[in-house]
């Protein structure tokens, strides 16, 4: 593999862990609000993230590269409403779906047509992490951010579980 796009995907399993972080360091809001349902979503989106960096670890040894772990940036703490977290949620994903385009663009580019299949799945899977938290945005904004509607998202969001993909059974 070419050594600009080993140093680009290391540089995205950086990206992998710092989502998982971030989204941890959500969790402990909604774990300090009491919204319990929150912070399992929270939680298992860290998972989630965590298995997106496995994947492109994986993937690095694959073709014969080196994986090279670099320090993870401190995640905000600073939450006002559950609004405010999935507005960030939102934001983030949007950031890492840019990123992920940037790492399609470097393998067309350098013509490394396998990148460009490995990708494919993160191509997909950002239309989905987007969707989703696009969606409990507008979920939280009907619930209002008090009383029993979001006693039920909070019930609701409680009911996530991680589904580990083929490739990491
Ligand atoms: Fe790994 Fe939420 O994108």
Redesign the pocket.
Known sequence: MDKKMETAINKQIN??LY??YL?LSMATYFEAEGLEGFANWMKI?AQ??MS??MKFYNYVFERGGKVELDAIGNPTSKFDSPLDVFTQVLE??KE??SL?NGLYELALELKDYATQSMLKW?ID??VE?EDSAAKIVDKVKLAGEKGSGLYMLDKELGGRTFTPSADEE
Request: glycine fraction near 0%.
């Open positions: 990206a992998e989502s998982a989204y989106q989630e993230e997106h960096a983030h994903e890492v779906t992920i993160f899977e950002q992490e």
